[in-house]
């Protein structure tokens, strides 16, 4: 059992390019999110996902599209890359909203904008 | 000001001892509070989750929640090297959104 795969682990991109974080999960979760985590500042929502076709904005949406076309995957676009958004980001899942169902996360994709 | 607050640390204690590691939140509709433990590299698990005031333990570790003052606190017994991670609490509202503290460092010394 996988759990939450990230791919790639690691990525370099110059200011301006456009880039897929992609998300997997293989325990049938409704649940999905995207969060990004920067030094003292925790983990921030960014995009989440109640289910297949549902998506909807999180505290720091922009800059970030997200869609959501199958239970299992669950892809963050970065539209054009800002030194901003240079952080780890999470995918996380769970079997339904994140009120008492424990999230389950993926290791991170590390990402560096120049 | 951030809705969960953490001291981000590091806290260093020696192997042994009993460790407290504490949250303040602001937001008075938080009902469900949860404690993710991360080590280096790794994405957060969840340790423990508790529902409104009270106590709740889970082996060597005990969640706390005072909604009057709106503190939470983890405590871990005999601490060990293996329980040196990052600790971050979090809460939300019933809703779909968690809102997670910066998180606090510890570091168990054998």
């Known amino acids: 059992n996988a759990g939450v795969t990230q791919t790639p682990k690691f990525q370099v991109l110059k200011t301006g390019q456009s880039m897929t974080l992609q998300c997997a999960q293989d325990?049938?979760?409704?649940?999905m999110s995207w969060y990004r985590q920067d030094p003292g500042m925790g983990l921030r929502l960014i995009h989440y996902?109640?289910?297949?076709?549902?998506?909807d904005q999180g505290e720091v949406p922009n800059g970030y599209n997200v869609s959501r076309s199958t239970t299992e995957d669950f892809p963050l676009r970065l539209l054009s890359a800002a030194p901003s958004q240079t952080s780890v980001y999470f995918c996380?899942?769970?079997?339904?909203?994140?009120?008492?169902?424990?999230?389950?996360f993926g290791d991170g994709t590390r990402l560096s904008i120049l | 000001q951030k809705e969960v607050e953490q001291d981000p640390g590091p806290l260093s204690v020696p192997e042994g001892a009993i460790v407290s590691l504490n949250c303040t939140y602001s937001?008075?509709?938080?009902?469900?509070f949860m404690w993710y433990r991360q080590y280096s590299r790794k994405g957060p698990e969840l340790l423990m989750y508790?529902?409104?005031?009270g106590n709740k333990e889970d082996g060597r570790f005990t969640a706390q929640v005072d909604k009057s003052s709106k503190y939470i606190s983890l405590f871990i017994r005999d601490s060990q090297p293996s329980d040196s991670a990052t600790y971050l609490c979090?809460?939300?509202?019933?809703?779909?959104?968690?809102?997670f503290g910066g998180g606090t460092r510890l570091m168990v010394k054998p």
């Open positions: 996380a899942s769970s079997y339904s909203g994140g009120t008492n169902q424990p999230q389950h």
């Open positions: 325990m049938n979760h409704e649940y």
């Open positions: 996902s109640v289910g297949a076709g549902i998506t």
């Open positions: 937001n008075s509709a938080f009902q469900y």
């Open positions: 508790t529902y409104s005031s």
């Open positions: 979090a809460s939300n509202n019933a809703g779909n959104m968690l809102t």
